[in-house]
């Protein structure tokens, strides 16, 4: 029997600690741990990072019966173990923020090689945490669909990052007919949506870079303000003037936004805080897509699991910045 340990909401739940369950995988030691505590504890499970003797672990890890499988769900602070975790997601994104602002300054084909290559690492922390709810997500035709949004922007502007959103759409459907473990409508619409949202994402960021390089940068402060902001926000617990993680992104927003507009002369600071606002919808609806898609649920006050949740919100905010550019400036 593999032993279980519990933190925060789901020792509450449980009423314990830690206990012991048979199973040979650590999904069967979860199923079996969900059997005993009930319908309140499947829920919360949906939302917590599992660690094998310290170490991230899939569904389908084998486990014995000198293992620890430890549950930790995503709470601001917490155990080390949360901390690190939530510490190299940290680290990842300002590492890929620091390479999209200098290949924006280098050359457009770097910066599209660069948007493409965070992208992918996107989609593949996505595929990753999913494998923790024991869906199957292929993230290889996802790449391809975000590939060809970037590089058709690229080439052809607006028409090509049309025609790139169409071969992601294209290619999540046709994968799914040839994988059969895919062809469930559940995996089908789950691939699609998340083709086209990563086809936004890149193609957008492409097109913001097209036509100029400070209104890159001030997408890039936007999204940095709003998830500073929201991330903000839950460390205070709701303190701060009663502000919630939403409000919060919304706040840091429209400032970076309009701090942009006021600092670059080539940017108009009417359309700066249009297109922030913008942004800050986008953001927000895509912070409530990715935590559903993470944890089943829709999350505004924890961290949902994985290493790079900021892009979920930047997957639709910087679409909706560049869409306002397009139509304002």
């Given at each position: 029997?593999?032993?279980?340990?519990?933190?925060?909401?789901?020792r509450?739940?449980?009423?314990?600690?830690?206990?012991?369950f048979s199973?040979n995988?650590?999904a069967?030691?979860?199923?079996?741990?969900?059997?005993?505590?009930g319908?309140e504890?499947?829920?919360n499970?949906?939302i917590a990072q599992?660690?094998?003797?310290?170490?991230?672990?899939?569904?389908?890890d084998?486990?014995t019966d000198?293992?620890?499988?430890?549950l930790?769900?995503?709470?601001s602070g917490?155990?080390?173990?949360?901390?690190?975790?939530?510490?190299s997601?940290?680290?990842l994104?300002?590492?890929?923020?620091?390479a999209l602002?200098?290949a924006n300054l280098?050359?457009?084909?770097?910066?599209?090689?660069?948007?493409?290559?965070?992208?992918?690492?996107w989609?593949?922390?996505?595929?990753?945490?999913?494998k923790l709810?024991?869906?199957?997500v292929?993230?290889?035709?996802?790449?391809?669909g975000?590939?060809?949004a970037?590089?058709?922007?690229?080439?052809?502007?607006?028409?090509?990052?049309?025609?790139?959103?169409?071969?992601?759409?294209?290619?999540?459907?046709?994968?799914?007919?040839?994988?059969?473990?895919?062809r469930?409508v559940r995996?089908?619409?789950g691939?699609?949506a998340?083709a086209?949202?990563?086809?936004l994402?890149?193609g957008?960021?492409?097109?913001?870079?097209?036509?100029?390089i400070?209104t890159v940068?001030?997408a890039i402060a936007?999204?940095?303000?709003?998830?500073f902001?929201?991330?903000?926000?839950?460390?205070?617990?709701?303190?701060l003037?009663?502000?919630?993680?939403?409000?919060g992104?919304v706040?840091g927003?429209v400032?970076a936004?309009?701090?942009?507009?006021?600092?670059a002369d080539?940017?108009?600071?009417?359309?700066?805080?249009?297109a922030?606002?913008a942004?800050?919808?986008?953001?927000?609806?895509?912070r409530?897509?990715?935590?559903?898609?993470?944890t089943?649920?829709v999350?505004?006050t924890?961290r949902a699991p994985?290493?790079?949740t900021?892009?979920?919100?930047?997957?639709?905010?910087?679409?909706a910045f560049?869409?306002?550019?397009?139509v304002?400036?």
């Amino acid at each position: 029997m593999a032993r279980l340990r519990l933190f925060a909401n789901l020792r509450e739940i449980a009423g314990t600690t830690q206990a012991e369950f048979s199973g040979n995988t650590v999904a069967e030691v979860l199923d079996s741990a969900t059997a005993a505590y009930g319908k309140e504890f499947a829920r919360n499970l949906t939302i917590a990072q599992v660690w094998v003797n310290g170490d991230p672990a899939e569904p389908e890890d084998a486990v014995t019966d000198q293992d620890e499988v430890a549950l930790i769900p995503p709470v601001s602070g917490g155990s080390l173990a949360a901390q690190a975790s939530q510490g190299s997601g940290a680290l990842l994104v300002m590492a890929l923020l620091t390479a999209l602002i200098v290949a924006n300054l280098v050359n457009t084909p770097t910066f599209v090689f660069v948007v493409v290559g965070s992208a992918l690492a996107w989609l593949w922390d996505l595929s990753d945490v999913l494998k923790l709810r024991n869906i199957s997500v292929n993230p290889v035709p996802l790449m391809i669909g975000a590939t060809a949004a970037a590089n058709g922007a690229y080439t052809w502007g607006v028409p090509g990052f049309a025609g790139g959103i169409a071969v992601a759409i294209f290619v999540a459907l046709v994968w799914s007919v040839l994988d059969p473990g895919q062809r469930s409508v559940r995996a089908v619409a789950g691939a699609v949506a998340l083709a086209m949202i990563a086809a936004l994402g890149t193609g957008s960021l492409t097109l913001t870079h097209l036509y100029s390089i400070p209104t890159v940068n001030a997408a890039i402060a936007i999204a940095a303000a709003a998830g500073f902001a929201a991330w903000g926000v839950q460390q205070s617990g709701g303190e701060l003037g009663g502000l919630d993680p939403n409000l919060g992104m919304v706040l840091g927003a429209v400032i970076a936004g309009l701090i942009s507009g006021l600092a670059a002369d080539t940017l108009s600071t009417t359309t700066m805080l249009l297109a922030s606002a913008a942004g800050a919808a986008g953001l927000i609806a895509g912070r409530a897509f990715g935590s559903l898609l993470r944890t089943g649920s829709v999350i505004h006050t924890a961290r949902a699991p994985g290493l790079l949740t900021m892009f979920d919100a930047a997957a639709l905010g910087v679409p909706a910045f560049w869409a306002a550019i397009w139509v304002f400036a």
